[in-house]
């Protein structure tokens, strides 16, 4: 199963959590579930959110958030459980150990239940738009991954 085709079916199901253990929110693209990731006025999804990825001032959010999945150098960034385990990782720290992992980008994880609060029964076009932002995401991480090879040659 694709990882698009996946977070399609745990819509509404499947929960996020930070790093060190703090709930933040369930993968839902239900704009009015007070526990959505997409809640704008919830804890979960505004961006004002105590306990929100998209709190751009906050642990979980931001660039220099602890817990965030923003941050490239979070060592503890969020992972969806499903069925009480560990499923996905969110980060772009494209150095995070995941034990086996798959790693999302947190942009593309918010875009598929964007996606899918704004169009819920054109299922297939949402998969068409997510997978052009997943190639735009690894193009993304390469050019990460070779930025910091070149800073990393500059100091030895």
């Keep these: 199963m694709q990882l698009i085709d996946f977070l399609v079916n745990v819509n509404g199901i499947a929960q996020l959590f930070g790093g060190d253990g703090q709930f933040l929110g369930v993968l839902s693209s239900n704009t009015y ?3 959505s990731i997409l809640n704008q006025y919830g804890f979960y999804g505004g961006q004002y959110g105590v306990f929100s990825i998209s709190n751009p001032y906050g642990l979980y959010g931001g660039q220099w958030g602890v817990y965030s999945p ?7 960034p969020p992972i969806i459980i499903y069925g009480n385990n560990p499923v996905i990782i969110v980060t772009r720290n494209p150095y995070a150990q995941t034990n086996g992992l798959p790693i999302i980008d947190p942009d593309l994880l918010l875009g598929v239940y964007t996606q899918l609060a704004q169009s819920p029964i054109n299922v297939n076009l949402v998969q068409a738009h997510l997978q052009a932002l997943t190639q735009a995401s690894k193009s993304n991480a390469e050019a990460i991954n070779r930025a910091m090879q070149i800073s990393a040659s500059m100091f030895r």
Excluded: D, E
């Excluded at 923003?70 to 503890?76: E, G, I, K, L, V």
């Design 33 to 35: 579930n007070a526990n």
């Design 70 to 76: 923003y941050n490239p150098y979070c060592t503890y």
